[in-house]
């Protein structure tokens, strides 16, 4: 189920017809098809994603400890800005971490600014 490559249609016809119990084991796998959101599945893997905010929040949570500052940008784009509000309070520490002390790469990126954008949004 998880795709071999950026075109791998056939993983994610798979995946869309899986089951949360099929899911929640592979959402780490997962998560690196949204690094680059040009790839051709990145799209629908991030609508995939979306589903499992719950159980994707630890995950994203390491990834924003990462040096991947693109990747960074895109968890926080796709899957935290859309997240409820609950969830994105779990990541509130982690937000205000790449605010204050994004790495250059992170600046570079806007992630910082996009950290910002998303902490606006939760504590009001």
Not at 30 to 51: F, G, S
Not at 92 to 110: G, M, T, V
Request: negative net charge; charged residues 30%.
């Amino acid at each position: 189920m998880i795709p071999r490559d950026k075109f791998d249609e056939l993983a994610m016809l798979r995946l869309q017809m899986s089951t949360r119990e099929e899911i929640i084991p592979i959402l780490p796998e997962l998560l690196v098809w949204i690094q680059d959101m040009n790839w051709p599945i990145a799209a629908k893997m991030a609508e995939l994603l979306r589903a499992y905010p719950e159980e994707t929040v630890p995950h994203i949570k390491e990834i924003l400890k990462g040096t991947d500052s693109i990747w960074k940008y895109w968890c926080l784009l796709e899957l935290v800005k859309p997240m409820n509000r609950d969830h994105q309070l779990v990541l509130k520490e982690d937000l205000l971490q790449l605010i204050h002390h994004p790495s250059d790469d992170d600046r570079l990126e806007e992630v910082d600014v996009l950290a910002a954008e998303i902490l606006k949004m939760v504590v009001l």
